[in-house]
């Protein structure tokens, strides 16, 4: 299905979850890419709806094989969620987690990544309602949260090695009629209040 603003996130099993994103009946709609490297052919798979709609929002794969997916467009609120989603790979299935495990700050084009060793990932940058970037970070379902040096979006966020719990944060944009930011940040889990 044709989309934009949506997730890919590699399972354990090897398929690819495809979520949301703008496009034909793309908002809540997820599909897997199956890879067959015998044949070196992939083809896609239906998928089981998100509980929201969402465009330009986060996914994560957890320690556990889970999927957290956050935040984003949504059109059953008319503006940017607050909402975190798992899918269990086992059950097929999402389920919205409680509201006091949400995000703390609602934003869109931000950048999430598992938390080594936890169930959690954290969620970092983004733009919240009134278009405004912002310079927070934190960690879901609810909890830790932190500030960056520098408010940002469209950012890019990897873990610094393997299991670290720290992360890099590199460039991104901190204004929409803004320059490029040519700045890095690098984050430790385990400092969160």
């Known amino acids: 299905m044709p989309r934009l603003d949506h997730t890919a996130t ?5 398929r690819v979850l495809v979520t949301g994103g703008f496009g034909p009946n793309a908002w809540p709609s997820t599909e897997f890419f199956n890879w067959n490297a ?13 509980t929201r709609d969402r465009r330009a929002h986060a996914a994560a794969r957890l320690g556990n094989g889970h999927v957290l997916v956050s935040g984003g467009w949504s059109n059953q609120v008319s503006g940017i969620t607050y909402a975190v989603e798992k899918f269990d790979p086992a059950s097929n299935a999402f389920t919205l987690h ?22 959690q990932a954290m969620v970092v940058g983004g733009v919240t309602s ?7 970070l934190e960690t879901v379902p609810a909890g830790a949260q932190g500030k960056m040096q520098q408010a940002r979006f469209l950012h890019a966020l ?26 890095v940040e690098r984050l430790d889990a385990s400092n969160l209040g």
């Not at 409680?98 to 169930?119: D, I, K």
């Not at 009134?130 to 927070?136: D, E, F, H, L, V």
């Open 130 to 136: 009134g278009i405004a970037p912002t310079a927070s």
């Open 38 to 50: 015998a044949n070196a052919q992939g083809n896609f798979s239906a998928g089981p709806n998100m």
């Open 158 to 183: 990897t873990e610094v090695g393997v299991n670290t719990g720290l992360f890099w944060v590199i460039g991104g944009q901190n204004a929409y009629s803004g320059s490029p930011l040519a700045t």
């Open 10 to 14: 590699l399972l354990n099993d090897g």
């Open 98 to 119: 409680p509201q006091p495990s949400w995000m703390v700050t609602n934003r869109e084009y931000h950048r999430m990544a598992a938390v080594p060793g936890q169930t």
